[in-house]
């Protein structure tokens, strides 16, 4: 449970939700400022009412982050703008590499929870183990988590710009000329060696892995090729770390335009085949963020074969009634996430104390998500019990 109990934490840490919910803000407000913020990037806004609440928290604190830079917001531009042209050039091409590299997206997301969740307080390391943490976060985030989505923009850029795209000689291309033909193709080209070293992805991507880097005195000296010659780039400690931010930042960029333009062309995008299951711990959460978003904070969880618990506690000083019933909808979150024969949601109050629980199939749950029964029914079929009375159902 170590890893759900980090992402309950981050949540907190830093997202602003709860926080809202302290101050008085509701649903509806929260729900408000969300739109607000994701409103300039969609073409078709309305398509906000339709897309989930998971998606969209998730997707407007990446916003967030990326418009406080005036550098970064305008690398993000320039990324959504290559999916805007393609699609506008070559519509049915752009949506067929949009899920082309699903799957690519997908495994980049996972071994970014893997990093994240490995992640450790760097501050008390010795400037050499400092150093081989932040090459081992580079080295992995660069390769395994930016590279796919390098490889699906350049896919969107190669349409737009009415060349040959296809995905399998896009997989079969080195990172590095990858970034060499983005360098070149994207009017947003800073992106591919940002400020303010001027180094290229790929050529960080080769310090980070070859461990090309030495700690001289306080200061860490990094090697690299440019052509036939070696460079040296010195940084300190404190700019070793902005530059995984800086990189972190890239990821986060490129990403989030990719998702956000999915969400936007969602009636155009029908998949065939399997179904892509995401991460446990991703869509764990990004349900978290979606409750954080409702005035809830997930406490912990506990689960086992048999069945998954959640416990959520109210942040606001709203109708207690009202808000247990509130919370009891969150068993098919939990289900969505777990798949467990049971689930479980135990609501706590502003105070911590546990008030009601609720349970359910894990069956009523899926007919549930899958639309083959309405929403309405799940108070006819889950099991309520108030803290310290009988078990009664609604």
């Not at 501050?123 to 050499?128: D, F, I, N």
């Not at 183990?129 to 985030?141: A, D, P, Q, T, V």
């Amino acid at each position: 449970m170590e890893a759900y109990e980090k992402l309950i934490s981050s949540i907190d840490k830093y997202t602003p939700y709860l926080e809202w919910a302290r101050q008085g803000l509701t649903p509806e407000q929260v729900k408000a400022h969300l739109f607000a913020l994701l409103k300039p990037f969609f073409r078709y806004p309305e398509r906000l009412e339709t897309a989930p609440l998971s998606a969209l928290a998730y997707e407007a604190i990446m916003v967030s982050r990326i418009t406080a830079s005036s550098w970064a917001s305008e690398m993000f531009a320039g990324v959504l703008s290559e999916y805007h042209g393609a699609f506008a050039r070559n519509e049915k091409a752009s949506i067929e590499a949009l899920i082309a590299w699903d799957e690519s997206a997908v495994r980049a997301t996972s071994e970014f929870m893997s990093i994240y969740l490995m992640e450790v307080d760097k501050s008390q390391l010795g400037l050499e183990e400092f150093k081989l943490e932040i090459l081992r976060n580079i080295g992995g985030m660069l390769e395994a988590c930016l590279q796919p989505h390098l490889k699906a923009l350049l896919h969107q850029n190669r349409i737009r710009r009415g060349r040959k795209a296809v995905a399998t000689n896009i997989l079969a291309q080195t990172f590095g000329s990858v970034v060499e033909e983005l360098n070149k193709a994207l009017a947003a080209s800073d992106l591919m060696a940002p400020p303010p070293w001027g180094i290229k992805l790929h050529q960080w991507r080769n310090i980070a892995q070859h461990h090309a880097a030495t700690v001289r005195g306080d200061v860490i000296v990094c090697s690299y090729q440019r052509g036939s010659a070696t460079q040296e780039i010195v940084l300190s400690r404190s700019e070793f770390l902005v530059l995984a931010h800086i990189l972190h930042g890239i990821l986060g960029i490129v990403r989030a335009a990719r998702s956000i333009f999915i969400l936007d062309c969602d009636r155009s995008v029908s998949r065939d085949g399997p179904e892509l299951i995401m991460r446990t711990e991703t869509s764990f959460l990004e349900i978290a963020l979606a409750i954080a978003t409702q005035g809830f904070e997930v406490v912990k969880t506990d689960v086992d074969e048999e069945m998954a618990h959640l416990f959520v506690r109210d942040v606001t000083h709203g109708d207690s009634q009202q808000r247990m019933l509130h919370a009891s909808q969150f068993v098919v979150m939990t289900w969505q996430v777990f798949h467990r024969p049971k689930v479980r949601v135990t609501y706590m109050d502003n105070s911590g104390q546990e008030r009601l629980e609720t349970t359910a199939t894990g069956t009523d749950c899926e007919e549930i998500a899958e639309q083959r029964i309405k929403f309405a029914s799940l108070a006819q079929r889950v099991e309520f019990r108030v803290i310290g009375q009988q078990t009664k159902n609604a």
